[in-house]
């Protein structure tokens, strides 16, 4: 069975950092693309980022280009996503997901597997 377990979320200041992990279990996803999303409050889940099968492809919202960071270790069937300069309007739960596919892609309706998430809270 496979299971989707995100961890590193919490509650940090304005101007701080978080590092999201993501852990595969049930099966390899080394050929898969893994993308980040996240739900505020009372607004629908948005794409932040995600990763083609070998990392080497990344693409971001714009909300968080520079900011945040997507990245995969294969062996460890883990993707994370860097977050830095955190701001109050990036406090929501994120979600992990795996696409059934190699290549980057924002649609949420591609991706096939999804964590539970993990809560994010910005303080200002």
């Known amino acids: 069975q496979v299971q989707l377990v995100e961890s590193g979320g919490g509650l940090v200041q304005a101007g701080g950092s978080l590092r999201l992990s993501c852990v595969a279990s049930g099966r390899s996803f080394s050929l898969n693309s893994k993308g980040w999303f996240r739900r505020a409050p009372g607004k629908e889940r948005e794409f932040i980022a995600a990763?083609?099968?070998?990392?080497?492809?990344?693409i971001y919202a714009d909300a968080v280009k520079g900011r945040f960071t997507v990245s995969r270790d294969n062996a460890k069937n883990t993707v994370y996503l860097q977050m830095n300069s955190l701001k109050p309007e990036d406090t929501a739960v994120y979600y992990c997901?795996?696409?059934?596919?190699?290549?980057?892609?924002?649609?949420?309706?591609?991706?096939?597997?999804w964590g539970q998430g993990t809560q994010v809270t910005v303080s200002s």
């Open positions: 997901a795996i696409a059934e596919r190699g290549y980057t892609t924002r649609s949420d309706s591609e991706y096939d597997y």
């Open positions: 990763a083609d099968w070998s990392g080497g492809s990344t």
